[in-house]
């Protein structure tokens, strides 16, 4: 039987031929980067051959444009003409005045209106509701959150609330008193 020494020699072996076979494996895929073509010779004699007329074009409207600078025509002299006024230009003064008249009688409309709502109101409102709900609550320590009518005019979705109106609360019997069914005098 051999020894722990040979074992250990055969899994070395063994790795190095691994190691050595993967290194002399060649991809399949080939992740070469493409071979270069030679331009064509042909689009090359076509692009030379496009580019030579631009450049003659471009030539012959240089020379023409330097001929016209040097002969006095009509429409080659530069004249700095300035207009003196704008045939708008009182027009539009005269408008921007009557904006400007209409927009501070507006302002001034605004500013001497009266307010129409009335915040005391909401405030007084806004007891009395707590002081309904606390009588037709079951439990008198719960106390809901502070909801005022301002925050519910501001809430968009609050606008299909209502808000209870102004009668006197509903006394309700004590939890300990028994329930009736109606239409029956015995209790349940």
Same mark, same amino acid.
């Given at each position: 039987?051999?020894?722990?020494?040979?074992?250990?020699?055969?899994?070395a072996r063994g790795y190095d031929t691994h190691v050595q076979r993967i290194?002399? *494996?060649?991809? #399949?895929?080939d992740s070469k980067p493409p071979r270069s073509?030679?331009?064509?010779?042909? /689009?090359?004699?076509?692009r030379r051959r496009r580019n030579k007329a631009i450049e003659q074009d471009n030539r012959l409207l240089l020379e023409r444009l330097a001929k016209i600078m040097r002969k006095k025509t009509i429409d080659n002299e530069n004249?700095?003409?300035?207009?003196?006024?704008?045939?708008?230009?009182?027009?539009?003064?005269?408008?921007?005045q009557r904006i400007t008249q209409e927009n501070q009688r507006l302002l001034k409309r605004i500013q001497e209106t009266e307010p *129409?709502?009335? #915040?005391?109101n909401w405030e007084e409102d806004e007891k009395k509701?707590?002081?309904?709900? /606390?009588?037709?609550?079951?439990?008198?320590?719960?106390?809901?959150?502070a909801r005022t009518v301002i925050s519910?005019?501001?809430?968009?979705?609050?606008?299909?609330?209502?808000?209870?109106p102004e009668e006197t609360p509903v006394?309700?019997?004590?939890?300990s008193a028994p329930k009736r069914r109606s239409g029956s005098d015995t209790p349940v």
């Open positions: 039987m051999p020894g722990k020494g040979w074992k250990k020699k055969m899994a290194s002399e *494996i060649k991809s #399949t895929i073509k030679p331009p064509s010779t042909k /689009k090359e004699i076509e004249k700095n003409v300035k207009f003196v006024k704008s045939l708008t230009q009182t027009h539009r003064r005269l408008e921007l *129409i709502y009335n #915040t005391l509701r707590k002081t309904y709900i /606390k009588n037709m609550s079951d439990f008198q320590e719960y106390v809901p959150p519910l005019l501001r809430n968009r979705s609050a606008s299909t609330r209502r808000i209870a006394k309700r019997r004590p939890a």
